[in-house]
């Protein structure tokens, strides 16, 4: 079965630094694009940052500068570093990977974690 | 970057009844060099992460119920429920993936009247 699990996820002041892990199983991260979105308590999802096959990164103008994705392919894994968080970067953070339908890949996602809570407060 | 507005914020309907979600994007979503709409539905259900119901506007997943549809094209789309089954109790979101970045509607919630 493909999966992912988020881990990592706490409560910080502002200024302060996380990093989210999400481990995947049944399928090789390093070969899918793999996303991390969030959503704000009560409200909707929002698209974060993804990083392709080929390794370019990408981010939402809310946290580009402040946010990295990265991956372990050793250990199958994917990473978001979190640094000079806000109170607005509060939310379930969700790890998803975006479909590949006849080899092509696609930004809608097909695979997505339970999600892990950051909390930003002081 | 593209708006995703989703009609009503909230919705009940009775058991066995028909519910109907709206979707309508600030543009096309219409990709001319495959002639698809790139038009995702998820279901939420309370503390769950996103389900992918329907993509390319009206494909439903492996394993989604056939009383889920999805139509609509260009700008407008919508999501159907023929039959409200209590399990269907969730929040819908509409993303689109047409441009960078992907964006989501504010998400429907359905409950059961």
Known sequence: EEQVVETGGGLTQPGGSLRLSCAASGFTVSSKYMNWVRQAPGKGLEWVSVIHDGGSRYYADSVKGRFTISRDESKNMLYLQMNSLRVEDTAVYFCARDATVAGTRYFYMDVWGKGTTVTVSS | ?113
């Open chain 2, 1 to 113: 970057d593209i708006v995703m507005t989703q009609s009503p914020d909230s919705l009940a309907v009775s058991l066995g009844e028909r519910a109907t979600i709206n979707c309508k994007s600030s543009q096309s979503v219409l990709y001319s060099s495959n002639n698809r709409n790139h038009l995702a539905w998820y279901q939420q259900k309370p503390g769950q992460p996103p389900k992918l119901l329907i993509s390319w506007a009206s494909t439903r997943e492996s394993g989604v119920p056939d009383r889920f549809s999805g139509s609509g094209s260009g700008t407008d789309f919508t999501l159907t429920i023929s039959s409200l089954q209590a399990e269907d109790v969730a929040v819908y979101h509409c993303q689109q993936y047409h441009s960078t970045p992907r964006t989501f509607g504010q998400g429907t919630k359905l409950e059961i009247k």
